[in-house]
């Protein structure tokens, strides 16, 4: 105790004792004589670039999309889910769709289960004899569910996935076997 009390004291007494040194010192700026016209800013030669802009004519390969829109009526199911925590319940479309090129394909939702908060929409990819020639159309299926607003849908489609980016929002699987463990707890609400 008497040693922290000493030094204390020691601290103390260096902080009242210490020196105080003044650096400041008086100069004179040299006077300059600075000779300008008002309202003028210094020119500068700047070597740039020289761009020069034109079109031209080529002859290239794009690809030319045309699309069908044809209305016919079809039967769509339609599932009713309700969850035991019974939320606002909404009518929900579940669309899988795919873009396809060369050789025509069926694409059919074959199940849905429900899983905690999550549904899966399982789909087919098949491809058919018909030959596209040079077309690229886009198939699709879809099912329409009643269930809560907040349910996150995954999508997986077996099958080969096709050339292109409208393909890439889906996740496509060769079996419905490496799913399999995502579906066991799940409860199948719908079956084609």
Not at 68 to 97: A, Q, S
């Amino acid at each position: 105790m008497k040693n922290l009390f000493l030094s204390i004291l020691c601290i103390g007494f260096l902080g009242m004792v210490s020196c105080d040194v003044d650096q400041t010192r008086e100069g004179e700026m040299p006077e300059v004589d600075v000779d300008v016209e008002e309202g003028q800013l210094p020119a500068y030669d700047v070597d740039w670039a020289d761009v020069d802009i034109s079109t031209t004519t080529k002859t290239v390969k794009v690809p030319k999309v045309t699309v069908t829109m044809v209305e016919k009526e079809v039967e769509v199911p339609v599932i009713d889910v309700n969850m035991p925590d019974d939320g606002e319940k909404e009518e929900r479309t579940l669309i899988v769709e795919a873009e396809v090129a060369e050789t025509a394909h069926d694409l059919e939702i074959v199940e849905v289960y429900a899983a905690e908060n999550r549904l899966y929409v399982i789909s087919e990819l098949t491809p058919t004899d018909q030959d596209l020639q040079d077309e690229t159309v886009r198939v699709s299926d879809r099912v329409v569910v009643n269930a809560p607003e907040d349910l996150d849908v995954r999508y997986y489609i077996v099958g080969s996935k096709p050339v292109g980016d409208h393909n890439n929002q889906y996740n496509y699987i060769q079996s419905r076997s490496s799913i399999a463990d995502k579906l066991k707890n799940g409860k199948k609400i719908y079956s084609s």
